[in-house]
């Protein structure tokens, strides 16, 4: 096999009988995928079809995974509360997370004898690495007796220190459903000013940002509400305040996907990380999806290949220590348990 010059992994041939077996999924990708590119991810995902069987694995895949890794590999696909639960009911000997470091940690936390895998471990996050447990513990003491939110966006060193996560999809039901009158809600100052909005509960935020949403401004939305008159502009809670009041509709990932579903707009702007409208635009071909393009670097880092590498050698796999895990476990389990 061929090696890629400074890089520990072959190329793989796209042979007549890659090309076959994967044709039927090369028509579904075209409009998303150009057919230049097709021969290089063709014998990768026909390789990791082949390998997820033999380690009976799973790969679940976040909304901004490129779509050849989205619609091509993937078992399991959503936002982070969709790839929470499903990973949790998930009967698999081996889980391989398309996501972020932050996922495949939560994978682990509820699979705690199975193999979880993250392709990339440089795969992380501005939100994650905004806050530390250490903080979370000074917050505490600054405000004794409020209950801890967070974000699953996190690290599980922070969740340990937390009451109940939460993610974007139910950030309100998750803080209504404690009752009380105020809670420290972290690590996004965006996401806690969003639910300050629509609850009564005083929510007591921490600044931190995710590096690609604080990126866009009321200013876009205008710009491209001229540009293409009737576009519906869909945004995601990560967001800075008035790019959410300027949009149509604000949701989690998922929501966003659903809310577009059900309304089919002749044309959108979704307001996140633009390989979500690949994902969305090769179901939806009626659509048109018009996007800035705003990529997540740390999304970005998953390939097709770390996939496949991922399940040849079984690494890199994610450890936690057993008593963050079990301390870490239990504000996901508490989310979890909330319908
Ligand atoms: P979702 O849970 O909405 O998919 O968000 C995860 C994320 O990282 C958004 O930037
Ligand atoms: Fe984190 Fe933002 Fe990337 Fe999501 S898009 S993983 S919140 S940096």
Redesign the pocket.
Known sequence: MPHAPGRDTEILAYTPQVAARTAALRDRLAAVVPDEEWPAHAPEIDAILRLKQQRDAVVLA??YMTPEIFHGVSDIRG???ALAREAAKSEAAVLVVAGVHFMAETAKLVNPDKTVLIPDRRAG?SLAESITAADVRALRAAHPGVPVVTYV?TSAAVKAESDICC???NSVRIVESLGVPRVIMLPDRFLADYVARRTAVEIIPWPGQ?E??ERFTEEDIHTMRRAVPGVAVVA?P?CPRDVLEAADHVG???GMIDWLKRERPASVFLVT?CSMSDNVAAEMPETRFVRPCTLCPHMKRITLTGIRRALETLSPSVDLDAETAARARVPVERMLAVR
């Open positions: 976040h909304n936002d982070s509360l996050c966006n993610t974007s999809g995710c690609v949403h995601h990560e989690s990932t998922a990380e």
